[in-house]
């Protein structure tokens, strides 16, 4: 069997936004959005990362697309050390990633009809005619189960799922390798949403797509997912094999999120930890585990020091003191 390959690593990587006050608009303080994450991904996964909002979720995909510059760390891709690209370098490995959003609309003229959008990145890295171009945006209709009348008409005459379909043609426009789906099914009537993830699914099998999923729904990520990403106030508290986070979470915050499930996992016993007190504020974390101000088994140690990050068995990773 062949060796996967890593298409993209994360190395201590951090994004911090400073917060500025005062009459002379100093640093006072800052948001700690995303805090030394280390992981790899192979080509070909679907990374599912999870976790309330607010933890750091888009920060975490904006920053991998260096749409946001990080703080610190670094982010490689297909083997290469990207974070320090300049913007000339930086275009071909932007053309590879893509991101689809919630509302791919939001950002779209509601006066420029489809086509015409799904052609623009063809005006911009190609030098393909007017009638290739549209040929191009036809087929990549055609490729998100939608149709050439489709090219003639506004976004207003779009449902939400045909509207993310445009939002999944636009991204897969330059064959990219990776996208990043920021909550990208989550405002989707259930079966429509059954329908857009097949998509997804049927593309990753033709393009041999990566894809890491954000989302805050458990349940779509167990159906979508072979790997999973916990996160907490900006730090990584557990990452496994989908399988095996469903089956055997061990981080109290990971049993938390699966407990609030709305329909449970046949045949998982269920812990029911119910989460309490609020999310800290991200500007003032608390010390030791981030999680130990509404942990349930937080100890005085977990007050005072980070857990390390453990591999409890086969690509099981967590940072619990109690539990690992
Ligand atoms: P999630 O996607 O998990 O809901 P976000 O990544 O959007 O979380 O946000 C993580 C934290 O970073 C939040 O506290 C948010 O307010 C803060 N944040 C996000 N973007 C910015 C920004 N541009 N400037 C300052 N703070 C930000
Ligand atoms: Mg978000």
Redesign the pocket.
């Known amino acids: 069997m062949s060796q996967k390959q890593t298409i993209l690593k994360l190395d201590q990587l951090n994004k911090h936004?400073p917060v500025r006050g005062g009459l002379l608009k100093r640093v006072k303080n800052h948001?700690y959005?995303v805090n030394d994450i280390s992981i790899d991904v192979d080509e070909g996964d679907s990374v599912g990362i999870v976790?309330e909002?607010?933890?750091?979720?888009?920060?975490l995909g904006r920053t991998i697309l260096r749409l946001e510059e990080p703080t610190s760390g670094e982010v490689w891709f297909k083997g290469e050390n990207i974070t320090h690209l300049n913007e000339k370098k930086l275009k071909q490995f932007k053309n590879d990633m893509q991101m689809i959003f919630q509302d791919p609309f939001a950002s779209l003229d509601p006066r420029q009809r489809v086509g015409d959008t799904l052609e623009e990145p063809f005006v911009i890295h190609t030098n393909l005619t007017k009638k290739e171009r549209k040929e191009k945006a036809i087929d990549l209709l055609n490729q998100v189960g939608l149709s050439e009348t489709h090219y003639y008409k506004y976004p207003h005459q779009f449902s939400g799922g045909q509207r993310q379909r445009i939002g999944i043609a636009r991204a897969i426009a330059l064959n990219p390798e990776m996208i990043v789906c920021d909550e990208a099914v989550s405002a989707l009537d259930v079966s429509v949403q059954a329908q857009v993830i097949q998509l997804l699914k049927d593309l990753q099998e033709e393009y041999d797509l990566t894809y890491l999923f954000i989302s805050h729904d458990l349940g779509v990520v167990r159906h979508f997912c072979n790997k999973v990403l916990v996160m907490y106030l900006?730090h990584m508290v557990e990452w496994a094999p989908a399988d095996e986070l469903f089956d055997n979470p061990i981080h109290p915050y990971t049993e938390a999120l699966l407990s609030a499930i709305p329909r449970p996992i046949p045949g998982r016993e269920r812990n029911n930890i119910q989460l309490e007190g609020d999310l800290p504020s991200?500007t003032e974390p608390p010390t030791g585990c981030p999680f130990h101000t509404r942990c349930p088994l937080a100890t005085n140690l977990c007050k005072e020091e980070k857990p390390e990050w453990k591999e409890i068995s086969e690509n099981h990773f967590v940072a619990c003191h109690v539990k690992a």
């Open positions: 936004y948001v959005a976790g909002s607010g933890c750091g979720k888009s920060t900006g991200p």
